[in-house]
């Protein structure tokens, strides 16, 4: 191969790569900053503002004193963790185990995939329609099957009781967010290139072994992107709780971005939710920066 | 054939017994999700299908279909834009789902194939976009797209759904490109195929598992969204279902029958896809393009 | 309403056809957000009613230079957070759909325009009225009401003690609970509370509109919300758990025969139940909030709504134009009765209209309309509660937050006692006025 050809053909790549990294980058960048990155700044400058919405006012970062000061706002960041944790830990165990047993290639496992991606699928309006004919003191067939059969004596308002709320909107959640694991772990599962199982069986590794040191360094990169962004999702989830208990009983629910919403539209303190905005932002992205050093979850430690 | 190593020491037997063990928790879980699964989406369907006089009758909910009425679908049908909402969101769902799709093969591609500075960084200051309340952002949006002048159509409401679904299933395909090995192009290169050729015979067929898991991540996103519709489309027409919905679901003749037969149609076009798409799923590494 | 399917029909055909055309609009842009001199943007929340408030802007749009542009919104907040959007953009509607309340909270943000002319000499009521100018027209009115199982309760219990001991006697004998008290952040449990106190005579607020004070914890009053805030306690030991219940909840509890009686609003109930279990509706009787012995029903809850024009629109002077022509329109009355036995008309030449008498529904349910009718004079809105019945901007702040739904949860789910209970709420109140 002549020098010339081989710088003809350097030449040539770069365009390709060029126009690639062109086609692929500008309208994805120009996307991203009309519908975050502008809103995003625009926000945060609202949260500098009083009555930013209508006669504003520049008040500095007094909104955000206001909140970080305000009596709740301990317990709501508490219940905040509390859901975003368990809900998002809770969904990829299910989702990692399902993924696990559908990969096995059992009888049925068609069917078991539809039905697993299917209530991701679902907007959650529908979903919590269908959880309140199971949870519903009234409507619910849980409690109603129970108070027939005797275990209850009368129904139990799941999403009613200080006890039973939290726990309730996480089941509802893991129903709907349990397969999103699943299926992108499905896909790693099955980019594992399935000699290197046979060769350990073949040596004579465990199932726990071959899993330990096959399947999950696989899955690694998968997983921790998983918890990072369910997590971050969890912590400001909004619909799915405040369709269910509206934030009670007594608070027992009230999570950050339910405050936030209690405090655009109902207390109509719009600096005040945009700052509580920003508060979680810088929350979620110093959490976001020491995960990322600790674990770079970018990088694959394939083969 | 056997290597007596640490614990080998009769692993022929127990990799058998392990191996029952397994199927055994396999078809338990299998039931289980099955069941988990299956009981609210039958008590939709249950009282969808009923006229509520008989789905409610004496006092208690009605599991077992004994007739069988569409009253609740006609309600539906014609005394509501019902059809009207449903196309808004096939329209919408359909051009995001692919425009976020393609974007992710595109950049996933070029994430893992060429080294720029900066690329990790770019990459992680996209997930911080989802780091922020997305309640509070309705407004400015709003500002945005009417200074654009964007209210109102199909255009601006896709782009706006395909800028929450891509930053992520950005990460996916980047990630998911990771895994496919480069070998692969190069034999392609070396037989005289050109960069652009090799992805689309090469790259794209062993990339299948991952986009379709890109797709619907894109589908559901575009599917369950009510704030962008919210804010995008003011006049009725143009309405999608999750917002018209919620339009029609508070009036006072709208009652839980014509609801779950409404969750229903909604839940059509998921479960079509769920359905469509199992095929795909399990065409991992062994059958994607392999030589 | 052969006509209506008819137009609907054709609609869906022309926007059908249109859609891949206006695809291709979209793609180049050109969606554009509407808005011109001539276009008067309307917000409401009453997509109940949508056939007729289309022809009444139909007509409306024959008459004159105007065309109306409606978005619809779902009940609840959401009107709130369409017009903050549309504010913030300097976009603002030019009509809105809402509640009394909230009409005055426009006027005191200087969002509100003048609507004398629609007003005056109309016989309509007034309820925003500031320094002699009208910012709210009233199309409808939505009472409170309460629905209970006539075959389980001999007969109405109206006192505070009747109900007290039937209700315990139902929840004891007859395998459900007697009564159903909502608590928490819902519209449903914060009227409820709200009408409690008015029926034990608590003076919540006092004063004119621009010095209004706090007196729920003050003299007399104290001890008689103490007293209130007993009663609820002690009917919650036979009702189910309703926290964080709104008005489908505790319909839902009826309908499935889970309490044998719910404060509600006007005939939602009946009309929900109707659907579902037509066997249980004859069993079902209209009644007045308990009272006290020795008192009277001399203030009663009554939703009012209609429209508020924006002052500082593009168009304004069309705005009012329109609102007037709405409320004159032959077909305000459909648009009243769209949800008969709910809504209300405005006046009370309205209410004893040949419309309403002759409506299907509201004959069979003669009871409610009888309930309506002898109380009219005492109905009243949540806004009305300064002295002599001057607009009251803390009510209507509290009334969004929704502060006496959230105090009935202090009690029954938080275990505070009644005592603890007027003061908490008395500070929630006051903390508004700061």
């Not at chain 3, 009472?143 to 004891?172: C, F, H, K, V």
Request: glycine fraction near 8%; charge should be negative; include cysteine.
């Amino acid at each position: 191969m002549s020098a010339v050809t081989s710088v003809r053909h350097r030449v040539a790549d770069m365009d390709e790569r060029r126009f690639l990294l062109l086609a692929t980058f500008v309208p994805v960048a120009g996307f991203f900053a009309v519908v975050w990155l502008a809103p995003i700044l625009y926000a945060l400058g609202m949260s500098l503002f009083d009555n930013p919405t209508g006669a504003a006012s520049f008040v500095g970062v007094a909104n955000y004193a206001d909140i970080l000061t305000s009596v709740g706002f301990p317990k709501y960041l508490w219940n905040s963790v509390v859901y975003a944790v368990s809900s998002t830990v809770l969904s990829l165990l299910v989702g990692l185990g399902l993924a696990l047993v559908v990969n096995q290639q059992v009888r049925g496992g068609n069917a078991l995939r539809t039905l697993m991606i299917f209530p991701y699928l679902l907007p959650t309006l529908v979903v919590i329609f269908m959880w309140k004919f199971i949870l519903d003191p009234n409507l619910g067939v849980l409690n109603q099957y129970l108070v027939q059969w005797g275990v209850l004596e009368s129904p139990i308002a799941f999403f009613s009781t200080l006890q039973w709320a939290m726990p309730a909107v996480v089941v509802a959640s893991v129903w709907k967010f349990g397969s999103f694991a699943f299926f992108i772990l499905l896909a790693r599962l099955q980019a594992i290139d399935p000699n290197l199982y046979e060769r350990a069986r073949v040596e004579g590794a465990s199932t726990w072994q071959s899993f330990r040191d096959i399947t999950l360094p696989h899955l690694r990169g998968a997983i921790l992107i998983i918890l990072l962004v369910r997590g971050i999702w969890m912590f400001n989830k909004f619909d799915i709780i405040f369709l269910s208990t509206r934030g009670g009983p007594l608070e027992a629910t009230t999570t950050l971005p339910i405050r936030v919403y209690q405090l655009a539209f109902s207390e109509v303190n719009f600096g005040g939710a945009t700052a509580l905005a920003g508060i979680m932002f810088f929350l979620l992205a110093l959490v976001a920066v020491v995960y990322f050093r600790a674990f770079e979850p970018e990088k694959e430690v394939a083969n | 054939m056997f290597e007596f190593g640490e614990g080998a020491a009769g692993s022929y037997v127990s990799q058998a017994t392990q191996q029952r063990v397994k199927r055994t928790a396999v078809v338990l879980t299998a039931l289980l999700v099955a069941v988990f699964v299956t009981i609210p989406v039958y008590v939709m369907i249950a009282i969808a299908v009923q006229s509520p006089s008989s789905a409610f009758a004496g006092g208690s909910v009605q599991l077992f279909v004994d007739s069988l009425s569409f009253e609740n679908f006609r309600v539906l049908l014609t005394e509501t834009s019902t059809p009207r909402y449903f196309f808004n969101s096939i329209v919408v769902t359909a051009s995001s789902t692919f425009l976020s799709t393609v974007i992710a093969v595109a950049a996933g591609y070029g994430l893992t194939r060429f080294d720029f500075t900066g690329k990790t960084l770019m990459a992680r200051a996209v997930l911080f976009a989802y780091m922020f309340s997305p309640i509070v952002l309705a407004i400015p949006l709003y500002v945005i797209f009417y200074t654009l002048g964007l209210l109102n159509s199909y255009f601006a409401l896709t782009l706006a759904l395909t800028a929450i679904s891509a930053p992520f299933t950005i990460w996916l395909m980047w990630q998911y490109f990771q895994t496919v090995p480069i070998a692969l192009e190069e034999s392609a290169w070396v037989r005289g195929a050109s960069r652009t050729r090799t992805i689309w015979d090469v790259v794209l067929p062993v990339a299948r598992p991952g986009y379709i898991s890109a797709a619907i991540f894109s589908f559901a996103v575009s599917w369950n969204d009510f704030t962008m519709a919210r804010v995008v489309m003011s006049q009725d027409e143009m309405y999608t279902i999750t917002v018209g919905a919620s339009l029609f679901l508070d009036r006072v003749s709208i009652g839980w029958g014509e609801t779950m037969a409404a969750s229903l149609l909604i839940a059509i076009p998921p479960f079509c896809i769920a359905l469509f798409l199992q095929n795909y799923l399990l065409q991992g590494f062994n059958v994607g393009g392999l030589e | 309403m052969g006509w209506s399917n008819t137009s609907r029909r054709q609609f869906l055909q022309t926007t059908g056809a249109a859609a891949a055309t206006f695809t291709v609009a979209g793609c180049l842009g050109l969606g554009g957000g509407g808005g011109g001199d001539s276009t008067i943007q309307y917000l409401s929340d009453r997509g109940d009613s949508k056939d007729v408030i289309d022809d009444i802007i139909s007509e409306f749009e024959d008459e004159s230079d105007y065309e109306v542009e409606v978005t619809y919104t779902s009940k609840g907040t959401s009107t709130d957070a369409q017009l903050q959007k549309m504010k913030a953009a300097g976009n603002p509607p030019d009509v809105v759909f809402d509640t009394s309340a909230d009409a005055y909270r426009y006027q005191r943000d200087g969002d509100a325009a003048p609507v004398n002319d629609t007003i005056e000499g109309s016989g309509l009521p007034d309820p925003v009225n500031v320094d002699g100018d009208s910012y709210f027209v009233p199309t409808m009115v939505e009472p409170l009401m309460g629905w209970y199982r006539n075959d389980l309760y001999d007969e109405n219990p109206t006192t505070w003690e009747t109900w007290q001991s039937e209700a315990q006697r139902i929840s004891e004998n007859e395998g459900l609970e007697g009564y159903v008290v909502q608590s928490g952040q819902t519209n449903n449990a914060d009227t409820s509370m709200t009408q409690y106190l008015w029926q034990n005579d608590v003076n919540i607020y006092a004063g004119p509109s621009d010095d209004i004070e706090v007196t729920i914890d003050q003299g007399d009053n104290e001890q008689r919300a103490i007293e209130t805030y007993q009663w609820v306690d002690q009917m919650s030991e036979y009702a189910p758990n309703g926290s964080g219940w709104e008005w489908g909840d505790a319909i839902g509890a009826l309908q499935q025969e889970n309490a044998a009686a719910i404060m509600s609003v006007g005939g939602l109930p009946v009309l929900t139940i109707q659907e579902a279990r037509p066997d249980l509706v004859e069993n079902l009787s209209p009644t007045a909030f308990p009272l006290p012995d020795g008192r009277s029903q001399d203030k009663w809850w009554a939703y009012m709504e209609g429209h508020v024009v924006w002052d500082g629109g593009d168009s304004t002077d069309g705005a009012k134009e329109f609102v007037k022509f709405f409320s004159e329109s032959e077909r305000f009355m459909d648009f009243v009765l769209s949800a008969p036995l709910f809504q209300f008309p405005p006046t009370e030449e309205g209410l004893n209209s040949d419309a309403v008498k002759d409506n299907e529904v509201i004959q069979q349910h003669q009871d409610a309309m009888d309930l309506v009718r002898d109380n009219w004079d005492a109905f009243t809105t949540v806004l009305a509660t300064g002295d002599d019945g001057a607009p009251n901007i803390v009510a209507a702040d509290a009334y969004g937050q929704q502060v006496f739904g959230q105090s009935t949860d202090q009690m029954v789910v938080g275990d505070l006692s009644p005592e603890e209970t007027v003061s908490w709420v008395a500070d929630e109140l006051r903390a508004l006025q700061e």
